[in-house]
């Protein structure tokens, strides 16, 4: 009876359209045979024109080996030109200690070991990124014999990547007029020009990268090295300093404030989670010493002060994000530049993703729905990746219900984009919401138009949409193919009847008519594909065929 459902679906919803298909997706699968038979014969042929060379060369060597006569030139096979040069073993090969590739690994080896106390912090994360390990651990040391002269040389680190040649001094660092700071070297910039590293094109990628990872490892190891919640107050002055350059009217200033700040603050949550971790641990460890018959006093005052030191530090690296966020990227968000745009959408994003506890909540999502109406595709792709990293976890699907509902519009709308890009990777959200049952089929009913579009990513990526659509469109499809059999038995019952219902002898209803006992074999044949999912997305995928055929 499953095969009658059947038949009566393919029937009823797309029968020549898919026949059509059908004859089409043969022949293709025909010709792949075919294609795939021939490289097949192919390969086949070189793997055994490879067995006999291999076994006519065993042959020369076994015959070379046991003729008795001794090797000559003459004896040689002639496979290369008099003028070849002849390549030397393995082990022979670049032994010359005054060959070239010997004199780079030297002077690479001597780079690494150089004094980095020659080169600016600048120098070393462009042209000795290898070193940044070394430099920080120097820096570190630096830091803990003299504070302002170490603080004075990081800082002009940020202020040589936003393109100034200025140098800061221990004054500048202790003397607390960042804004006073901030408007001197947007003067020296404006009156003597500038050199935006960042933005090289041959430099200015690699840059930004170990730009971050050298900012990364100086505070985790000022963390580790007790070091960043001294009087000195680093975070502060860090934090006011970005926040005073993020302002200026330079763009360079701007660009590393903005990309300095998100690193500042990605380190910060690292930094926070292993704090965490150890107040965590010491909690344990002090309910566990507190329970003991006779605790230890020195025990419990250490533990008790642990704990408190670190949800201190942990509070004020929650503080230190928060002021960091407003006073940089919430007004980032609207810079003119769409690189500084992304920076702030791509680094809300994975806050989101690393710290949901803290960031996902709608005053940092409002940014990533706002961005989705950018006028940057840069920036709206930044976005959609964030939503998608986010989406992907299904533990946030709950509590992003309200988020969800309010911006489904734009969702949806997001698959039409002008850029074919941001318009394939809004087709992959929409699929991530279709798949955790966010958003229904008919919200995004115009994908199946996009099956036939002409660019390749955008039909892969609203393919990987209808996937999701199958089960809800192969449940559609058979409910209406069986009340369509419903409606053909009751139509036949009532043709047999000739209009009335049939009583028996005392006026008893009769036995069910043939009609009647089809529609119940029907219905439980339906019921018995609707619980099977595979049948549902065969059902779904005929469904589909005949809409685009």
């Known amino acids: 009876m499953q095969a009658l459902v059947w038949l009566s679906l393919v029937c009823t919803i797309c029968c020549v359209p898919l026949q059509l298909q059908f004859d089409v997706t043969a022949y293709d699968t025909i010709q792949h045979l075919k294609l795939k038979f021939v490289q097949c014969k192919m390969a086949a042929v070189r793997r055994s024109n490879r067995s006999t060379s291999a076994a006519t060369?065993?042959?020369?060597?076994?015959?070379?080996?046991?003729?008795?006569?001794?090797?000559?030139?003459?004896?040689?096979?002639?496979?290369?030109?008099?003028?070849?040069?002849?390549?030397?073993?393995?082990?022979?090969?670049?032994?010359?200690?005054?060959?070239?590739?010997?004199?780079?690994?030297?002077?690479?080896?001597?780079?690494?070991?150089?004094?980095?106390?020659?080169?600016?912090?600048?120098?070393?994360v462009m042209k000795h990124s290898n070193s940044i390990d070394n430099a920080v651990k120097e820096w570190i040391e630096r830091y803990r014999s003299n504070r302002a002269a170490a603080a004075a040389e990081l800082m002009t680190l940020l202020v040589k990547v936003g393109g100034c040649d200025a140098e800061l001094t221990e004054e500048d660092v202790e003397g607390g007029e960042v804004d006073q700071l901030a408007a001197r070297l947007t003067n020296t910039v404006v009156q003597e020009g500038g050199v935006d590293v960042l933005h090289n094109n041959r430099t200015g990628r690699m840059l930004a990268e170990h730009y971050?990872?050298?900012?990364?490892?100086?505070?985790?190891?000022?963390?580790?090295?007790?070091?960043?919640?001294?009087?000195?107050?680093?975070?502060?002055?860090?934090?006011?300093?970005?926040?005073?350059?993020?302002?200026?009217?330079?763009?360079?200033?701007?660009?590393?404030?903005?990309?300095?700040?998100?690193?500042?603050?990605?380190?910060?949550?690292?930094?926070?989670?292993?704090?965490?971790?150890?107040?965590?641990?010491?909690?344990?460890?002090?309910?566990?010493?507190?329970?003991?018959?006779?605790?230890?006093?020195?025990?419990?005052?250490?533990?008790?002060?642990?704990?408190?030191?670190?949800?201190?530090?942990?509070?004020?690296?929650?503080?230190?994000?928060?002021?960091?966020?407003?006073?940089?990227?919430?007004?980032?968000f609207r810079d003119v530049s769409d690189e500084i745009r992304a920076i702030v959408v791509e680094s809300i994003g994975s806050w989101v993703v690393v710290l949901p506890t803290e960031f996902l909540a709608d005053t940092y999502l409002k940014y990533l729905a706002w961005a989705l109406s950018d006028r940057s595709a840069l920036v709206r792709?930044?976005?959609?990746?964030?939503?998608?990293?986010?989406?992907?976890?299904?533990?946030?699907?709950?509590?992003?219900?309200?988020?969800?509902?309010?911006?489904?519009?734009?969702?949806?709308?997001?698959?039409?984009?002008?850029?074919?890009?941001?318009?394939?990777?809004?087709?992959?959200?929409?699929?991530?919401?279709?798949?955790?049952?966010?958003?229904?089929?008919?919200?995004?009913?115009?994908?199946?138009?996009?099956?036939?579009?002409?660019?390749?990513?955008?039909?892969?990526?609203?393919?990987?949409?209808v996937v999701q659509l199958l089960p809800e469109q192969g449940r559609e499809a058979v409910e209406k193919a069986q009340q369509q059999l419903q409606a053909d038995a009751a139509t036949i019952d009532t043709s047999q009847q000739g209009g009335k219902p049939a009583r028996g002898a005392k006026g008893k209803a009769s036995k069910p008519r043939a009609g009647q006992g089809a529609a119940a074999a029907a219905a439980a044949a339906a019921d018995a594909i609707l619980e099977d999912n595979h049948q549902l997305i065969l059902a779904g995928l005929l469904a589909v065929m005949a809409k685009i055929a």
């Open 381 to 465: 792709g930044k976005a959609l990746a964030a939503l998608d990293r986010l989406y992907s976890n299904s533990e946030n699907i709950p509590r992003l219900h309200d988020f969800t509902n309010r911006f489904t519009s734009r969702f949806t709308e997001l698959m039409y984009d002008v850029d074919e890009g941001v318009a394939a990777a809004g087709l992959q959200l929409l699929a991530k919401l279709v798949e955790h049952k966010v958003i229904k089929e008919k919200d995004v009913s115009g994908v199946y138009g996009m099956l036939t579009l002409s660019n390749a990513s955008l039909r892969h990526a609203a393919a990987g949409l």
């Open 57 to 124: 060369i065993n042959m020369r060597d076994n015959s070379d080996e046991s003729d008795g006569w001794e090797d000559s030139d003459d004896d040689q096979p002639k496979t290369a030109s008099a003028g070849a040069k002849r390549k030397a073993p393995r082990g022979e090969q670049n032994t010359d200690p005054n060959s070239a590739p010997a004199a780079r690994k030297r002077q690479r080896t001597a780079a690494a070991r150089a004094d980095l106390h020659d080169l600016t912090l600048l120098e070393i």
């Open 212 to 332: 971050r990872v050298f900012w990364d490892k100086a505070l985790r190891q000022l963390a580790a090295a007790d070091l960043l919640f001294d009087d000195f107050e680093l975070n502060d002055k860090l934090c006011r300093l970005v926040t005073a350059l993020s302002i200026s009217v330079v763009r360079g200033f701007r660009y590393a404030a903005t990309l300095t700040a998100a690193q500042l603050i990605s380190t910060w949550i690292s930094i926070s989670a292993g704090l965490t971790e150890s107040r965590e641990l010491a909690k344990f460890q002090l309910d566990a010493e507190e329970k003991k018959k006779k605790p230890s006093r020195e025990v419990v005052a250490s533990l008790k002060r642990t704990v408190e030191r670190c949800h201190t530090r942990v509070e004020d690296l929650r503080n230190f994000r928060s002021v960091t966020f407003t006073g940089v990227f919430s007004h980032r």
